[in-house]
C-alpha cells in the first residue's frame, strides 16, 4: 500500500500520520509518502519580502512543517519519504499522487466549523473530486480556543471599527 499523506500543515497532518500507522500496525506493508506544496508568492510581494530579508527558503519552510510529522513516524519506526513541490495544492497534490501511481491519499483537516477548516475546504474538495484514487479524510482535534472565541472577537471588533470608519 503506497500511500500519500500531503502535510498542509502539521497539527492536522498528526491525525493523518496516526490512521496510517493504524495499517502499518496491522501488519499491513505501507509506503508513506510526506508531500508539502508551497503556493508560490506574488512576484511583487516576494520583491517586497525580500528587500526585508525575511524570506524563508521552501526547505526552511517545510522543515519547520514537517518536523513534529516526521518525529512521529520515526518514533512508530514507520519509514517515508519526504517530496517538495511548489503551486496550486490541490492539483499538485492530484497529479503527485498519479504520477507516482500511489493507492491511496489520507488527507488530515480541522474540525467543521473551524477557521483552518474554512482555508482548507478547497483543497480538501478539489483532492475529493479530483483525485484518480481513494482519499482518506481524517479530522483532528476540537476547534481551538483561540478560533472559538479570539477569532470572532476580533473579527467583530475589525468590523466595528470599519463601521464607524464609513460612518464618520
Known amino acids: 500500500m503506497r500511500i500519500l ?7 492536522n497532518a498528526l491525525p493523518a500520520v496516526r490512521h496510517a500507522a493504524r495499517e502499518f500496525g496491522r501488519g499491513e506493508r ?4 510526506l508531500l ?22 521552501h ?17 512508530l519506526r514507520i519509514p517515508y519519504t519526504v517530496h517538495l513541490e511548489e503551486g496550486d495544492k490541490a492539483p499538485v497534490i492530484v497529479a503527485f499522487a498519479g504520477r507516482r ?9 480541522a474540525r467543521e466549523r ?5 482555508v482548507e475546504d478547497s483543497v480538501i474538495e ?11 479524510l481524517v479530522v483532528g482535534k476540537s476547534v481551538s480556543s483561540l478560533e ?17 470608519r464609513l460612518s464618520d
Open 36 to 57: 508539502h506544496v508551497r503556493t508560490p508568492l506574488s512576484l511583487e510581494f516576494a520583491r517586497w519580502l525580500s528587500g526585508s530579508g525575511a524570506v524563508p527558503s
Open 101 to 109: 501511481k500511489l493507492d491511496r491519499i489520507v488527507l488530515g483537516a
Open 148 to 164: 472559538r472565541f479570539g477569532v470572532p472577537t476580533g473579527l467583530g471588533a475589525a468590523l466595528g471599527l470599519l463601521w464607524l
Open 126 to 136: 478539489k483532492v475529493i473530486d479530483f483525485a484518480p484514487i481513494p482519499v482518506d
Open 59 to 75: 526547505r526552511d519552510a517545510a522543515a519547520k512543517v514537517l518536523a513534529p510529522v516526521r518525529k512521529l513516524l520515526e518514533a
Open 5 to 11: 499523506i500531503p502535510v498542509i500543515d502539521s497539527l
Open 114 to 118: 473551524s477557521l483552518t477548516r474554512f
Open 30 to 33: 505501507i509506503e508513506i509518502h
